[in-house]
């Protein structure tokens, strides 16, 4: 059995994608942020599992949240006094409730190909441990068939530091790792340029329709 989970966090001006006010607003910066929730659900929707998962914070915004999860989709908060906490948590309730693999996904990527994600599925055949690099230093996926240790202890969350912490832990816990391909997140208006640059026309089309209306 495979589970897929998705986080997203509510759409809230001022909460979300604040490195996108130093060209948009507030409150464009939160529209942007759900067209990518939109886009992302419209990306991964396709892709083959027995469970779906989106994962939202913070706690009590269920309600808001579940007009921008398609149906079939379990919600459910995420727990954790971090990102790392709240990945983990996650990732251990998947397998220990039957998953024999795991993928785990955000919303800040909303041009990743499938064929991403897929790969990930197949590499947790032979790999303890999958993960997809950022561009910037993080990672936008990470997957597991096992039980995770505490991989995270030392992450220094929002740097440039995340992938190289992260691969460190799965190293001092002697597990397998596997990589798929680099990809870029959107953090900063010039993110989200590059994004838009090299998208197919048919992809992305929430966000593209955000930005038209913006005059961008």
């Not at 006010?21 to 992302?40: C, G, M, N, P, V």
């Not at 269920?62 to 989709?73: K, R, T």
Request: glycine content about 8%.
């Amino acid at each position: 059995m495979t589970d897929l989970i998705v986080y997203l966090k509510n759409p809230v001006a001022g909460d979300v994608k604040t490195r996108l006010q130093s060209r948009y607003t507030q409150e464009q910066a939160a529209l942007l942020y759900r067209a990518f929730i939109r886009d992302t659900f419209e990306r991964v929707q396709s892709v083959e599992a027995d469970r779906y998962f989106a994962a939202y914070t913070p706690a009590g915004s269920e309600g808001d949240i579940g007009e921008l999860v398609p149906p079939g989709w379990i919600l459910t908060p995420q727990v954790g006094a971090d990102l790392g906490a709240r990945m983990l948590a996650s990732l251990r309730s998947s397998i220990t409730s039957g998953a024999e693999k795991v993928i785990l996904i955000g919303t800040d990527i909303p041009s990743l190909p499938k064929s991403h994600i897929t790969s990930a599925i197949v590499r947790l055949e032979d790999s303890d441990i999958v993960l997809g690099p950022t561009m910037d230093g993080g990672f936008y996926l990470i997957g597991t068939r096992i039980t995770l240790p505490e991989i995270f202890p030392d992450v220094a969350w929002s740097t440039n530091k995340v992938f190289e912490q992260t691969a460190a832990g799965v190293r001092s816990n002697s597990l397998s790792l596997s990589l798929i391909p680099p990809w870029s997140d959107i953090d900063t208006p010039e993110d989200l340029d590059g994004a838009m640059a090299r998208a197919a026309p048919q992809n992305l089309s929430h966000t593209r329709s955000v930005l038209e209306n913006l005059g961008r």
